[in-house]
């Protein structure tokens, strides 16, 4: 819409430039299967941890054994992913030189210093027997540190240049939180007779009901910046995991605390589930990164906009 | 061999806060890269990797452009973009119809929001006292989030050694009182480095001048302390949109959304454990 006098285009382009069609930002060094399975396996640790100390008070002992055990191995097998991941793992304690509210890897790393052994510390007692008060502290430790290390992840992918991520900053911790609860809830299932993991059952049905609302949400408000959660490799990740999520939702219903192979089944497509969502999200994060238009074009229409509101401002 | 960040004191002054470094004594210190008047020489990125012992990392043609380069990186600090192109109506110096060539020297931005500094979880990444963003090599431990942080792309890591690297703007140089060693080769002076204040001055001049020379497309990047990174350090002088460059048009420092994305974080913790009590709580019908 060119006009006389020198005017700027009221309209964006429909063509958008790049540099020999090269990213602009560069895309996250983390690797499969180390970070987008953290992701996983922090949400299952972090949501186990609750599941245990709320199941606990319930007077469901033996769920919470189960959950308490899985916590701390989802977490154990956390740490080595996280270390293997760095570039010099062998300064992973340069972790915990400073405190940084504006990293969330550093506020992350502060995070899992004292829930880790707090979930470890609940599992030797469970485990063991020994030591009930010790074992009840600690597992109460890290029923309060285990939701912020299942949403911090979602503060993490988020704080970067990534479109898919950085854009995706409402729904995010919502996806994460609902995605760790559906796979806790999946392992209590998979590990108890219903009749003695009903919380797990509830819990696993209202995280995977987030998990896909919170989905659909982020699909939905992002416009063409979500295009990587619909497309290609990511794409069909996502749509997996939906599916997956869906039936396993469906199946724990359907179990209705009897049917222990149907529950079962439901637990383990949940949890299959959840880990399924985490790569996509990691992999549409990264083929964001690898195509400028995603971050080119965005920019380019929010300086229209400023420019055409300064206009009608000026006129 | 020592003249990478690694051989610094880890501890320097902090120096002044985030918002405007150089507050105090000495002033912030920047470069003013002007393209119009690049020649797409190289001897920037030449210099940049001989002073800097920054090691070789890839002799492949890109089949593009007289570009093979690509980007900047780990180990590629300063990078000049080559863009063929046709010539604007009223050109600078060719005839309309005829193509002409953009040619630009990229670097490090030394932002004033610096979103790699904000992420880093070591504190590796440190504020210099001339204003400028710094990987300290002996605490980096290759976390790797500075990389998708930026939002020009500039900071990667290494694979070889694992950490983290990136323009230093020359702090070695700048400590003994001598300019970085692009600025020092740079034969047009394309790359220039200064004082940030002046720089800023002598750039709007620049533009103006341009401007009413016929250049009208000239422009100037990252020199608003206004715009989304709190202004670079490292600003430009452009003939087109920066996307044609490979820059970003509007780039935002993602800790500006950082407040917002913690409460968020923190709702759907609450909504986490208080879903976990009602479900145990809650009696069976």
Redesign the interface.
Known sequence: MSRRGGEKQMVPDAT?????G?????????RTPDVPGYLFLGGLA??SS??A???Q??G?GELARAARVGAAGAISLSAVALVH?????A??L??L??F???????VG?WLLAAYGPAAGAAAAAAVTGRAPRAGTAAATAA?VL???I???T??LL?????PA??EA??E???L??GS??AAAGGLGMLAVPPARA??AA??AV??AA?ELTAGQLLKRRLGPVAEPYRAGRPGTLLRTGEILTACGLTAALAAR?RHRAVAATAGAMLMTASAVTRFAVFEA?QAS?RD?EY??RP??E??DRRESARREAGA | MSAAPGSLPPSQPAGPGDRDPGGSAQPRMGFFTDTSVCIGCKACEVACKEWNAVPEDGLLLTGMSYDNTGGLGASTWRHVAFIEQPAPAAGSGTGAGSLRWLMSSDVCKHCTEAACLDVCPTGALMRTEFGTVVVQDDVCNGCGYCVPACPFGVIDRREDDGGAHKCTLCYDRLGDGMMPACAKACPTQSIQFGPLDELRERAQGRVTQLREAGTAEARLYGQDPGDGIGGAGAFFLLLDQPEVYGLPPDPVVTTRDLPRMWRHAGIAAAALAGAAMATARWRRP
């Not at chain 1, 958008?16 to 020999?20: I, P």
């Not at chain 1, 090269?22 to 983390?30: A, D, N, S, T, Y």
């Not at chain 1, 991941?85 to 793992?89: C, E, Q, S, V, Y």
């Not at chain 1, 988020?158 to 990534?162: K, R, S």
């Open positions: 958008f430039t790049s540099y020999y090269r990213p602009v930002i560069k895309q996250p060094v983390w972090g949501a609750v599941l100390a709320c199941s008070q319930a469901y991941d760095l570039g010099r793992p300064r992973f340069n972790m030189r400073v940084k509210p504006t990293s969330p890897m550093s790393s029923a285990g939701p912020c299942a949403t911090y979602a503060a988020c704080d970067t240049a990534v991520w950085h900053h409402r995010m911790p919502y994460f939180a760790a609860a009903v919380p509830r819990l209202a995280g987030a605390g994060g990164a400028p971050t080119v920019q380019r929010r300086i």
